[in-house]
């Protein structure tokens, strides 16, 4: 056996961050009130996250890419079978992945626009009509409990991998390092520095559209006439 640098410190900060922003998120909007701010705080982040997430894996070392672990349906097959030989996501976890991206993505992205008709609106609750609102709101409550399901999936699975299968899935998240038999497995390459500022540069672009960045200011209000 060796050990070998598979998952880089980008993307392992993206995972926990992510975590914690998604715990925030859903603690947030069950106690209500004020902290419905926390709330949208919590999603503009997770908004951010995954914009940097997308973007690292495009440009980002050889692990966290996606043209690395997105699976076709040979791959699919073969892991069944119990054929498939490989580092980072195994197929099934690869999907895993995106359906998590896409679904916490589309949870965030409307939220921007979703509104309790009560105290809060969304930062883009301007950019759509009312009846917009009130639709878009509802596919951002209805989406919750998809994404407690998924959640649940997703823990039970790296304890079910660790445990039972003896693949530790939960500490190469933290060292950022596995160990693999020495005939298989390299070392991950690229994700440097530039690879970081341009995935950081898109997140930031995203953080500053989802916070109203491209909205026209809110006329101001009407003079005070004193009647």
Known sequence: MKSISLWDLPTRLFHWLLVIAVTGALVSVSLGGTWMLWHER???AIV??????LAWGIVGSTYARF??????PFSIAAYLKGEWQGLGHNPLGALSVLAMLGLLGFQAVTGLFATDAIAFNGPLYRAVSSGW???ITSWHKLTEWFIY???GL?????FFYTLVKKD???TPMISGRKKVSKEHGEERTGGGLIALIIALAVAAF????????LLSPPPPPPPDLGW
């Open 154 to 158: 997703h823990i039970v699975s790296a």
């Open 67 to 72: 043209s690395q672990f997105v699976p076709g």
């Open 42 to 44: 919590f999603g503009i």
């Open 149 to 151: 399901g998924l959640i």
């Open 133 to 135: 609102n009130d639709t």
């Open 168 to 170: 530790n899935l939960i």
């Open 48 to 53: 951010g996250l995954i914009s940097f997430r």
């Open 206 to 213: 995203a953080v500053w559209v989802a916070t109203g960045g």
